[in-house]
T-cell receptor, first 115, second 118 residues
Framework: AQKITQTQPGMFVQEKEAVTLDCTYD???????LFWYKQPSSGEMIFLIY????DQQNATEGRYSLNFQKARKSANLVISASQLGDSAMYFC????????????WGAGTKLIIKP | GAGVSQSPRYKVAKRGQDVALRCDPI?????LFWYQQALGQGPEFLTY????????KSGLPSDRFFAERPEGSVSTLKIQRTQQEDSAVYLC????????????????FGPGTRLTVL
């Protein structure tokens, strides 16, 4: 079974609009962390935002926020006021407490911002 | 440099050749991870080091894959007798420490090595 599911292979969004990228996860470990990374065409993975399983509030980092719904096992990334430079692959990843802390990744969503 | 570096950035190998991929983590980072990213997919975990100790190699796809980090800093991923299915981007990541999953403990990634096996 997939531990991280990203159901949107690709999305087109108009510049300056907000966009939500979906991520659902599956774990029986009560301790886990959820990450979002951006991968531009140049290839490097850029960390965006982190949410711990015991965090009471949704994480925010500038234009990025994470809509964390623990009961639904959902950790959607919200990008406000999208910019052309936001065009990239976006990956949701999870780290479980019982592991050696490697990241488990989703298949990614390709986001294209239209001018 | 302040970030994780990897070399070479691109490698083309003929099937059956051996290759060695190098990762220079951020200075002082205890943990080092290797991931394999096939085209159009998310990365898959290969192996994990804490200092010089290889604590997890469960993701290595076959015994043709070997990784080492002898002095707890630079790491090398070696692939023997390369096959076409080994074609992928190999990502290296480092993090400062591993204590609890509940801490931020961000992994910093290098630019990757794109391996093409002909």
């Amino acid at each position: 079974a997939q531990k991280i599911t990203q159901t949107q292979p690709g999305m087109f969004v108009q510049e300056k609009e907000a966009v939500t990228l979906d991520c659902t996860y599956d774990t029986s470990d009560p301790s886990y962390g959820l990450f979002w990374y951006k991968q531009p065409s140049s290839g490097e993975m850029i960390f965006l935002i982190y949410q711990g399983s015991y965090d009471q509030q949704n994480a925010t980092e500038g234009r990025y926020s994470l809509n964390f719904q623990k009961a639904r096992k959902s950790a959607n990334l919200v990008i406000s006021a999208s910019q052309l430079g936001d065009s990239a692959m976006y990956f949701c990843a999870m780290r479980e407490g019982g592991s050696n802390y490697q990241l488990i990744w989703g298949a990614g969503t390709k986001l294209i911002i239209k001018p | 440099g302040a970030g994780v570096s990897q070399s070479p950035r691109y490698k083309v190998a003929k099937r059956g050749q051996d290759v060695a991929l190098r990762c220079d983590p951020i200075s002082g980072h205890v943990s080092l991870f290797w991931y394999q990213q096939a085209l159009g997919q998310g990365p898959e975990f290969l192996t994990y080091f804490q200092n010089e100790a290889q604590l997890d190699k469960s993701g290595l796809p076959s015994d043709r894959f070997f990784a080492e980090r002898p002095e707890g800093s630079v790491s090398t991923l070696k692939i023997q007798r390369t096959q076409q299915e080994d074609s992928a981007v190999y990502l290296c990541a480092s993090s400062l420490a591993v204590r609890t999953v509940l801490t931020y403990n961000e992994q910093f990634f290098g630019p990757g090595t794109r391996l093409t096996v002909l």
